[in-house]
């Protein structure tokens, strides 16, 4: 059994406080969980961490190109239009949804 869903997660124009608030909380939080992903990968199952980890660089570059494109359309008073669609696949399939490494790299 596979299903596809697809969620509007932002869709809106922002002023770049605005912009920054949403992307920055929304980024903070998939480091936060990788950062997470990784310690418990390591300490609890002792398992490799490489997928959260370069998740987690990703993640970073993201970050700073956010930031460099939010500091240019502050300094010209533009305003910031954000649409993102977030993409489910639901598969049925007990061998992979049991491994903690699938999980890990399913939620970046």
Do not use: C, W
């Amino acid at each position: 059994m596979e299903k596809q869903h697809r969620i509007k997660f932002i869709d809106g124009s922002f002023t770049a406080a605005e912009a920054a608030e949403v992307l920055f909380a929304v980024l903070g939080d998939k480091i936060r969980f990788h950062n997470i992903q990784v310690l418990s990968l390591q300490e609890r199952f002792n398992k490799d961490a490489s997928l959260s980890k370069k998740r987690l660089a990703e993640l970073h570059i993201a970050e700073n190109e956010v930031s460099e494109l939010l500091a240019a359309a502050r300094e010209a008073g533009a305003t910031i239009e954000i649409q993102s669609t977030i993409q489910l696949t639901i598969k049925q399939n007990n061998q992979v949804a049991a491994n903690p490494e699938y999980i890990a790299a399913a939620n970046s």
